[in-house]
Every structure is written in structure tokens, then in C-alpha cells.
């Protein structure tokens, strides 16, 4: 019934619908991380130098959900929930990140994305729509970029891309300081803090930091105090954007804008509407929407109103 509903509301201009869907759902209390169905296996799957922890789950056209920093795979069980009723769905936790190994280097996001496309070969999937938010997004974009033909459509959410866009201009705004938050004696400082830490990405992030509960706060505290784990996010994830940056642009003046369509998704409370601009430069089929009373952290804040457009867009844009 949900999806006949949409079905039959995306017969407007699709920009406009998810607009709309966006600014009339009520905002709804918040739950805790659950656990994914039963129906899902998890298995770590061999990559460069170390392994990913990657679930799987359901049949069907294929889609790929990737997580950002503050969050792990665990973040996407809502949507994963109702795909999994007619896709397979596949789930990483990033390279170093949740429960995936803790190599030392490799997190360059156009080897993270080899390395997944070298995953999707082992599961015998060979095109599929792809869902993200965060770092998940850089991945994301150096997935798309280096196999466009494999990926039939993106949904990104509420981050920009290493290099391109109005990255330069990004780096200056005092709220991404963490950029640069790396090394051994800021490790020394985070260690057993790790929810001090997280609180603070939460807080100042969030449209109201009592829409990410405690429970919610807690699960990833304690997946980000694991050995390794702030390392390799720091260290990892966050020291590789100067390198993303410049395979970026390489990548883009190879292939120019992405062929596939795309839906940009922004917090109202974060980037917004600037999220299809942002795109834009980048890809050459560009859909937006904004979800209202939300922050960076969408699927926290708002995850009924992001499920509800995610799944709407996937529908009307599956492989073709």
C-alpha cells in the first residue's frame, strides 16, 4: 500500500514530490539501533590488507547503503528493513570502521571503493543503486566515477565530495576543525572518551540533540572506543581527504559528470537544499530534496521521512 501510494505520487515532477514528502511528515519519536532482521547474514569479507564486516540480506535488484564517520552500518536497519522485502541488500561497515578490520593504511576513498566493487564481485553483483551518507558519500562518488556502469542510480546525503564542488570553501567553516583532529596525542586524549567525542559530532550536528537517544549514543560510543577504531577514523578515514581531493579531480576530468541519476538529500538543518547544487557539479541528472526538522544525522533525526523518500526515488530509478 506505501508504495503504491508513492508509486502513484511520483507521476509529478520528482524533485517536487520528494520535496513534499519531506515537509509533511510529522516528525516521530526516535528508537534506539536495532538489530537486522533475521533474515540478514553477516559474514568479514577479504579486501586489501585486511577484511570487511558486510551484511547481506533478501533477493532481488541489488543496493548498496554506505555509513560516514559517527555511525556504522548499524545506522541504515530502518531502511534495510524494507528494502530487504523485495532487494538484496548490502550493507558494509567501512574500511576500519565498526566492525570491519583495522589496517594501517588504504583509506584512500577510490581504493575503498576497488576494494567494494572487488566485494560485490564475490556476492555476484554486478549493477546496483547505491544509498549514502557522509564518508559514505566520498565512496560513494569514487565507486560511481570508476564503474558508472555498474551503478544505476546514487542517493547521497548531507556531505560534500573531496575536491570538487565547494569543497575549498567547506574547509574553512569552523564546524569541520575535526578535519585536522588526528594524531598520537589526540588519540591519547579521545581514548576512553570516545562518547565525549561522538556527543559533540551529535549535538552541534543535529537540529535537536535530543532527537539521538541515548541508546543510540552509547551503541556507537562503544563501537568507536574498540581498539583501533578512532585511529583508523582519524588517521584513516579523515587523513586520506587531501589525497581523495586530488584523485577527485583526477577522476572528474576523466569521466566528466556522472551518468546516472542522482537524488541529493540535505537536513534542513544542514546543507539543505545546497545538497543538489552541490551534486550538480558533479553528476549530470540531479534530483533534490530536504528533510525537514533534521541535521546531518538523517536516518537518527528523521528516519521515517528519509525512508519514505529513499525508497520512493530507488522505485522510480531501478537498474535499467
Do not use: C
Not at 550493507?91 to 589496517?103: A, E, I, K, T
Not at 571503493?113 to 565512496?139: C, E, P, S, Y
Amino acid at each position: 500500500m506505501h508504495r503504491s501510494f508513492l508509486s502513484k505520487t511520483l507521476r509529478l515532477p520528482v524533485a517536487i514530490t520528494l520535496m513534499t514528502l519531506a515537509a509533511i511528515v510529522v516528525p516521530q519519536a526516535h528508537g534506539e539501533v536495532k538489530p537486522f532482521a533475521a533474515g540478514f547474514r553477516a559474514e568479514q569479507m577479504q579486501v586489501t590488507g585486511g577484511t570487511q564486516y558486510v551484511r547481506v540480506g533478501g533477493r532481488g535488484p541489488a543496493v548498496v547503503l554506505l555509513h560516514g564517520f559517527g555511525d556504522t552500518g548499524d545506522m541504515w536497519e530502518p531502511l534495510a528493513t524494507v528494502l530487504v522485502k523485495d532487494h538484496q541488500v548490502i550493507v558494509p561497515d567501512l574500511r576500519g570502521m565498526g566492525l570491519s578490520s583495522h589496517p594501517e593504511a588504504g583509506y584512500e576513498k577510490a581504493a575503498q571503493a576497488r576494494d567494494l566493487a572487488g566485494i560485490l564481485d564475490a556476492l555476484k553483483v554486478q549493477r546496483f543503486q547505491l544509498v549514502t551518507h557522509d564518508i559514505g558519500n566520498m565512496v560513494g562518488y569514487a565507486l560511481a566515477a570508476q564503474f558508472p556502469s555498474r551503478v544505476s542510480s546514487w542517493v547521497v546525503m548531507d556531505a560534500p565530495l573531496p575536491g570538487l564542488g565547494t569543497w575549498a570553501a567547506q574547509l574553512t567553516n569552523p564546524k569541520v576543525w575535526h578535519f585536522n583532529f588526528r594524531g598520537p596525542d589526540v588519540e591519547r586524549l579521545v581514548a576512553g572518551r570516545e562518547r565525549i567525542l561522538l556527543d559533540r559530532f551529535y549535538n552541534e550536528l543535529s537540529a535537536n540533540p535530543g532527537g539521538i537517544d541515548e541508546q543510540t549514543r552509547e551503541h556507537y560510543a562503544a563501537l568507536y572506543a574498540k581498539p583501533g577504531a578512532i585511529h583508523n577514523a582519524l588517521g584513516g578515514q579523515f587523513a586520506a581527504f587531501a589525497r581523495d581531493a586530488e584523485e577527485n579531480k583526477v577522476l572528474f576530468a576523466k569521466g566528466g559528470k556522472l551518468p546516472m541519476p542522482v537524488l541529493a538529500i540535505g537536513g534542513d538543518h544542514s546543507y539543505g537544499p545546497a545538497m543538489k547544487t552541490e551534486l550538480e557539479s558533479v553528476a549530470a541528472h540531479v534530483d533534490g530534496a530536504v528533510i525537514a526538522n533534521s541535521g546531518h544525522w538523517i536516518m537518527e533525526e528523521q528516519p521515517k521521512q528519509a525512508v519514505g523518500v529513499i525508497i520512493a526515488y530507488l522505485g522510480d530509478h531501478g537498474a535499467r
